[in-house]
């Protein structure tokens, strides 16, 4: 049996797989990347992913540093004020908002937005300027033996690679950990998410806006301009049945909806997208590393699309990790280094899971008590200016 070699074999070519290929690639490993599915790279093709994404700013760090980000850069919508929205009295009233500005804190923004169809499409464009790096989109991993010194690799080709260390980035139901026999600890809420771009009179003035009612929040993230009129992002949580029921409607009963959900905030808003549904659950693994073998984003943690944490969590697995291999190459894949990985991600994402969880059940409070008991917390988080302080310098990376 003939099998080829490579320092890092990963497993999953998401926005977070490729964004490991460029990051390992980048620092000088050999990398080839595998994914069933080869990425969709267009706004209106069939499957195209129409979330977006917000980098907060130390994930927009690492950006710059594998050399990324100024291909993204023309493309993203500066997020400067995180506001909170409390309607949870009469329908379609905003009775409390907070505002969150980082310019009270640094010269940068909270972050940048950009859409998740573009986000593949370029770094797909940036991989073909790597010649270490390859991508073989509609392959999977079929096989995994790991040893001491190396994993073991067999991919749906047929073709059997040997790689000093396996990236597992494969989604919530990664067939890696899996394979590793790594349990996890799954939360369902009953919840789903409505995700689709919109355009409105009002400008989004670079706020990115979550309003909070019942069954979930509705979040708005500014986009570029499109077609000349302001854009925004959209995540509509609700309950299931909820959304059967929103996505069923005739596309103006749903824009009006839309709009008062929203609190007419925006003006009335036009979607100009179709829309797409996901499941809202949050997920952690038990542990984060394995023989030769390392899990990251949604194949060691899913959280529901609130604060802007899903994917900045992902950023920054590969954060730690590549400075583990970066500093040692001569270590890559070791079980001094794994162990370190582990050690250094598990204790965070378990506790921002954790968080996450606890803003989610407060979003989808319906009984008029619990709504006010919402609004009253958020009113004495933002009048504390520790507290507020401490939540701004999460969302900019600072100390």
Same mark, same amino acid.
């Given at each position: 049996?003939?099998?080829?070699?490579?320092?890092?074999?990963?497993?999953?070519?998401?926005?977070?797989?490729?964004?490991?290929?460029?990051?390992?690639?980048?620092?000088?490993?050999?990398?080839?990347?595998?994914?069933? %599915?080869?990425?969709?790279?267009?706004?209106?093709?069939?499957?195209?992913?129409?979330?977006?994404?917000?980098?907060?700013?130390?994930?927009?760090?690492?950006?710059?540093?594998?050399?990324?980000?100024?291909?993204?850069?023309?493309?993203? %919508?500066?997020?400067?004020?995180?506001?909170?929205? @409390?309607?949870?009295?009469?329908?379609?009233?905003?009775?409390?908002?907070?505002?969150?500005?980082?310019?009270?804190?640094?010269?940068?923004?909270?972050?940048?937005?950009?859409?998740?169809?573009?986000?593949?499409?370029?770094? $797909?464009?940036?991989?073909?300027?790597?010649?270490?790096?390859?991508?073989?989109?509609?392959?999977?991993?079929?096989? $995994?033996?790991?040893?001491?010194?190396?994993?073991?690799v067999g991919l749906s080709d047929g073709s059997n690679w040997r790689a000093r260390l396996v990236i597992g980035a494969d989604g919530r139901n990664s067939a890696v950990r899996q394979a590793l026999?790594? @349990?996890?600890?799954?939360?369902?809420?009953?919840?789903?998410?409505?995700?689709?771009?919109?355009?409105?009179?009002?400008?989004?003035?670079?706020?990115?806006?979550?309003?909070?009612?019942?069954?979930?929040?509705?979040?708005?993230?500014?986009?570029?301009?499109?077609?000349?009129?302001?854009?925004?992002?959209?995540?509509?949580?609700?309950?299931g049945a909820e959304i059967a029921r929103l996505a069923a409607l005739p596309q103006p009963a749903f824009e009006a909806e839309m709009t008062l959900r929203a609190c007419h905030i925006l003006g009335p808003m036009t979607r100009i997208s179709p829309l797409t549904i996901w499941p809202i659950i949050s997920q952690?693994?038990?542990?984060?590393?394995?023989?030769?073998?390392?899990?990251?984003?949604?194949?060691?943690?899913?959280?529901?699309?609130?604060?802007?944490?899903?994917?900045?969590?992902?950023?920054?697995?590969?954060?730690? $990790?590549?400075?583990?291999?970066?500093?040692?190459?001569?270590?890559?894949?070791?079980?001094?280094?794994?162990?370190?990985?582990? @050690?250094?991600?598990?204790? @965070?994402?378990?506790?921002?899971?954790?968080?996450?969880?606890?803003?989610?059940? %407060?979003?989808?409070?319906?009984?008029?008590?619990?709504?006010?008991?919402?609004?009253?917390?958020?009113?004495?988080?933002?009048?504390?200016?520790?507290?507020?302080?401490?939540?701004?310098?999460?969302?900019?990376?600072?100390?």
């Open positions: 049996m003939i099998r080829q070699t490579v320092d890092i074999l990963i497993s999953g070519g998401g926005v977070a797989g490729l964004a490991a290929s460029i990051g390992f690639g980048s620092a000088g490993f050999s990398v080839l990347c595998v994914d069933p %599915a080869a990425p969709v790279t267009d706004r209106l093709s069939a499957g195209a992913d129409l979330r977006s994404t917000a980098f907060l700013m130390p994930s927009v760090t690492l950006l710059q540093e594998i050399g990324l980000w100024d291909r993204l850069s023309p493309f993203a %919508a500066a997020l400067q004020i995180m506001r909170i929205v @409390d309607a949870g009295g009469a329908a379609g009233e905003a009775r409390l908002s907070r505002d969150f500005d980082a310019a009270d804190l640094s010269e940068h923004p909270f972050g940048y937005n950009l859409p998740n169809w573009l986000l593949r499409r370029e770094m $797909l464009a940036h991989l073909d300027s790597l010649p270490n790096v390859r991508f073989r989109p509609g392959l999977s991993t079929t096989q $995994l033996i790991t040893r001491e010194s190396e994993a073991l026999g790594i @349990d996890v600890k799954t939360t369902r809420y009953g919840q789903k998410a409505l995700a689709f771009t919109t355009t409105h009179p009002i400008p989004h003035q670079n706020i990115s806006t979550e309003v909070h009612r019942s069954g979930g929040p509705f979040t708005m993230v500014p986009l570029p301009d499109h077609e000349g009129q302001p854009a925004s992002a959209v995540v509509w949580m609700e309950k952690i693994a038990t542990r984060m590393s394995g023989q030769r073998t390392a899990l990251m984003a949604e194949a060691a943690h899913v959280v529901p699309p609130i604060g802007a944490q899903g994917l900045n969590m992902s950023l920054a697995d590969l954060t730690t $990790l590549r400075a583990l291999a970066v500093a040692d190459p001569a270590a890559l894949g070791s079980a001094k280094m794994l162990a370190a990985y582990h @050690d250094r991600r598990h204790r @965070d994402v378990q506790i921002r899971v954790a968080g996450i969880n606890a803003l989610n059940r %407060a979003s989808m409070m319906g009984a008029p008590i619990l709504r006010d008991l919402r609004a009253s917390t958020l009113g004495a988080l933002y009048s504390a200016a520790p507290i507020r302080k401490t939540l701004m310098k999460a969302g900019l990376g600072l100390r």
